[in-house]
């Protein structure tokens, strides 16, 4: 069946994100329970003042399928940071396990406790209840935020905030985390309710260009934001604290995709924007065509917070890259992945071998140094021919002694010459690098979450328009 | 013996521009009797007003060995060009005859007859007599260029200009012909003039920034000059005619050749600076090392004025360069050679084949195009991978069908693809196409004059510091 018309579409994708009744209700009451439970033990504590649902739940803004109940335990300022610590980490095992869950320790900017409740989530986060703009932890804000929104929502806009998460989760557009860089559950709440719905916030992002601006407050006037947020592709300023923007995690290429499905979605309605299933990669192999010239990094990850794992990757990430260029690789794409306790850092290049002379680019003649390169060029043991003038400059060619992007990068990361996380140095030392002409292949697919990445990898196709893929 | 002082320098290179007093003697005895034969032969013929020797010999400033006779037969406008064409090709001939000399036929602006007498290059040129400013045809300035410099010059000045002359022909830089794209003599002499000499001279270029602009008539101002030849890299108004540039002919290449080497002669002089022969490549093979990627092209020349088919060498150089690039090669250099009624254009380029995948630069997800980049992208049959979003950015790559630079040539070449001169369009077609990888260095070295521009061309040394390698 072809969905032809925005109508159908929304009407489709509306039952793919809202929760149904019977799961509604199911979740309201493990909230209560988990509530309750919560100021029976935690009102009883030094400190503590209040405890709240939080998040998604309290707004009754979560996708379906995605439930996740959050429990705030709200300190006084005077109470401290070790106090608030230590009684979230006594307490909160303890109402997990008297409710017949599972539970682990979370780090964010401060310990929180993770668990599992007759299989949804459930997070117990300590805050300290403040006045707005005296936050203490970054957490404090939370719950301004519920209430903010709370004040601000309507059944239709609460079926359009479902409907645009719905949307970036089939886009791959959803989350703040480090390794996805997109839009937040809040911000996407506040996105909708600015522009008052779905359709009209979509017929928004289809128009933006980088850098964005949006203001619910009225207050905020674009070009103080811009000096405030130099190098934020996206602001929206903090209706609960204006000082921040809301979008900060937002990266440049998540903005673009979303500005780019809109564009698609507005153009051709498809309920394929709202399904994350069909931006999964097809069955079978992955095609390898021994065209594609690929250099793999593959390293232990380490037990570390996920967001300062993919801090640490994504900066390394850039490093080799700006490397490779420098010494005059093409470096068409760079993806990085982690499954089985392995990091696998992934480039394109248009060669794995530079050519075996370069070019070396000196200075225009009138400068002092020209000089200095003329008789430099003459003396190099690696000169193969210059130095010459073409126009103003001066150029030679030079013999490259390596040539091999992989023999390169080792050299680079023992001799300390690439810029990577100081974390990772060792973890690269010690690492595989792997080009598709020595094995990448073989051993990507020793680990079944890179096999799956890979094939993503090879078609390289945006998440928002791959279900534009004929499958065959 | 090493020289050191910049005296014992110029003392030595004075020996080598300075014809001696019986070779001087011997041109100045010939003059005189091509003047007197010219004067007999000429002024009963219609329409010509008057006879004169111009050029270096007229001022006495002929560079050692490089004596060549220019005698101007001077017409009244009223004759017209026809009867002017007519009256130097039928009488010209004669006098060089009649002096026991050979003659044959030029064509700058228009024809003139060039001979040689007693082994001294002479020259029979038709020009018009008029007023400054009214000028006829392109060369009825010269009698006023002599003049101007006659009226100008002193024992000294006349040193120097030949020194001057020498430093440009040992560092290749001397002549204003499009192969070259030099200084011409009266230029190199209006310079030397203007500075009050050669080493003050020198330290003037050893600091020019391009463009430059030296005026001698003290009337033009640079701003209006630069409106005037607003891409000239040197500028030098015409003192007889200040709306000419006489510095038309210079290169940005060949200027910026001269301010280097001025720099390193005045550091460290030699009288390397002052040989030719010094540039010459060395004796024996070239070094063929297979790490040049080096693309030729091999046609004949056919009968054409030098100027003429230079203009279509380098207009087809740049052409083919341009496409190179615009396709991905690397072009490093280019430079081209006639010997033996034949052309050759050679590239070097850092890999004579591009990788098999390309990328193709797509628009920013905000233009309108975007949309249609991505579907055009998805539907083509070369798609390697991609669409995807990187920054603001659509991108994807494609599969070359080609990627031998040879094999494209030779299909740009057969589908008018490349901007190459209309003329040598057939010869393109017809011409040899190879690489270092298919026989070019075997078929250079058929040709004489190819393999010693192949051997420079490999050492790929500017001129004006050749003579600073160590030769073994």
């Known amino acids: 069946m072809e969905l032809t018309t925005l109508e159908e579409v929304l009407a489709e994708a509306a039952k793919l994100v809202e929760p149904t009744e019977p799961e509604k209700r199911r979740v309201s009451e493990l909230a209560a329970r988990l509530l309750s439970a919560c100021r029976q033990e935690f009102l009883e504590r030094e400190g503590v003042v209040d405890v709240s649902i939080e998040g998604s739940v309290a707004k009754d803004t979560w996708v379906r399928g995605r439930e ?61 209840k403040t006045e707005p703009g005296r936050w203490i932890s970054a957490v404090d804000r939370t719950h301004h935020h519920t209430e903010f929104v709370r004040s601000r929502i309507t059944p239709q806009l609460r079926r359009d905030i ?61 070009e103080d934001a811009s000096k405030l947020f130099p190098n934020a592709p996206l602001i929206f300023p903090d209706p609960v604290d204006p000082s921040r923007n809301v979008a900060a995690a937002v990266s440049r290429t998540r903005l673009a995709e979303l500005i780019l499905a809109s564009k698609l979605f507005l153009r051709e309605p498809s309920i394929g924007y709202f399904m994350p299933e ?55 794409r760079s993806a990085a992945a982690q499954s089985g306790g392995e990091v696998l ?44 003038v073409d126009g103003e400059r001066l150029y030679a060619l030079f013999r490259r002694r390596h040539v091999k992007a992989d023999e390169l990068l080792r050299e680079w ?15 690269l030392i010690n690492a595989e690098i792997l080009t598709s002409h020595s094995g990448l292949i073989e051993r990507i697919r020793q680990n079944e979450g890179f096999s799956a990445f890979l094939k993503n990898f090879l078609e390289g196709i945006a998440t928002p328009v791959r279900h534009l893929v004929k499958r065959c």
């Open 278 to 332: 069909a931006a999964k990669p097809s069955e079978g192999e992955a095609e390898t065509s021994s065209s594609h010239e690929l250099l793999g990094i593959i390293f232990r990850a380490g037990e570390k917070p996920p967001d300062i794992l993919w801090g640490e990757i994504k900066h390394t990430m850039k490093g080799v890259s700006r490397r490779l260029l420098k010494e005059g690789f093409q470096v068409y």
């Open 413 to 427: 990361v023992r001799k300390g010459q690439v810029a990577i996380s100081r974390e990772l140095v060792d973890r």
């Open 345 to 388: 850092l992934l480039y394109e290049l248009s060669s794995l071998s530079l050519p075996s002379l370069g070019l070396r680019v000196g200075p225009p003649v009138w400068l002092d140094n020209a000089v200095d390169f003329v008789r430099k060029t003459l003396s190099r043991e690696d000169r193969a021919a210059g130095p010459w």
């Open 68 to 128: 996740e109940v959050d429990i705030f335990v709200h300190f006084t300022p005077s109470a401290g940071k070790k106090m608030l610590e230590s009684t979230i980490l006594s307490v909160g095992p303890r109402v997990i396990e008297r409710l017949g869950g599972r539970h682990w320790l979370r780090y964010a900017s401060h310990p929180y406790v993770e668990g599992a409740v007759e299989d949804i989530r459930v997070n117990i986060v300590g805050c300290f």
């Open 162 to 222: 479902r409907l645009f998460k719905g949307f970036l989760l089939g886009c791959g557009l959803y989350g703040a985390e480090i390794r996805v860089e997109g839009f937040s559950g809040y911000l996407s709440e506040l996105l909708v309710i600015s522009h008052g719905g779905f359709v009209d916030l979509l017929k928004s992002t289809a128009k933006w260009q980088i850098p964005a601006f949006v203001d619910l407050t009225g207050r905020v006037r674009r």
